[in-house]
DNA sequence: TTCGGAAGTTCCGAACTTCCGAACTATGGG
DNA sequence: CCCATAGTTCGGAAGTTCGGAACTTCCGAA
């Protein structure tokens, strides 16, 4: 399997990062990914809602994502371990990740009713998920 | 022509906002609107960097923003007077506008490198452009 | 070592979206 | 009325996304 491609922090770009947080599944797996800091396992995220994302679907989100910079994939063992990109994102574009985050989590139950099931999530977590 | 279609302010998605500017051409019109507070006829935009977007693309765009909730339009004359719907948007999904085009304006001369030509405008206007 | 199952990726066709030229529709002026 | 101007709609080509089936990789058990 081809190495997983990662952004460095300078080629973040805007667009892709909009690009990846406009699909409201995208962004309830960037949102779970964010508050557990880092999620083991693609498939632990495999329904949004109550709707079963397909493997290949969910296997071309976290692409999205990874490539977006969002994200960093690695591989551990048999399976993904993501963390999420929060500190490089917010060192080049402050404030960016906490306002996209907060406009879904206040937006009500409408994210393909299922991603505000859960609490909310206003401010991400400041652990280190830099590295 | 069918009226043109604004959504309410308590209709506004984010998927739909961050889709709309997740195009660089689209942000950068929208960039130009909110410096402006108003913007006369969709052509005086028709070019972004020296690349000249052709009208059914541009008409195009404006639709994607005015659905998206950004833009209110009203025809004047054979013209389209363009508002940001800026203190609309800000007060449901505070810092979500800010925080993006911020990030556009500090992402360096990459945005279809034409859009960062001009000077940045981080922070945007606050004249009144709710109705 | 070999088998089997679990986790992800790749492939590829169907469905959807975007782009843009050409034709069309409003609006105002002469 | 006719023309010019400003935008919109149509429609086809090109590109993207979705998801099922088949494939690869890894690990534990026999």
Same mark, same amino acid.
């Given at each position: 399997m081809r190495p997983l491609f990662h952004p460095a922090p300078e080629d973040l770009q805007t667009s892709a990062i909009l690009h990846a947080l406009a699909d409201p599944n995208r962004a309830a797996i960037f949102a779970n990914i964010m508050r557990a800091g880092c999620v083991e396992a693609c498939s632990a995220l495999s329904a949004v809602g109550d709707r079963v994302i397909p493997k290949s679907s969910l296997s071309n989100h976290f692409k999205v994502l990874r490539e977006a910079g969002l994200i960093r994939s690695e591989r551990h063992g048999v399976e993904m371990r993501n963390h999420a990109r929060w500190a490089e994102v917010e060192a080049r574009f402050p404030g960016l990740l906490v306002s996209i985050l907060n406009a879904y989590a206040g937006? /009500? %139950?409408?994210? &393909?009713? /299922? +991603? +505000? &099931?859960? %609490? %909310?999530?206003p401010i991400p977590p400041d652990n280190g998920s830099s590295v």
């Open positions: 937006e /009500g %139950p409408r994210m &393909e009713d /299922g +991603a +505000a &099931e859960r %609490p %909310p999530a």
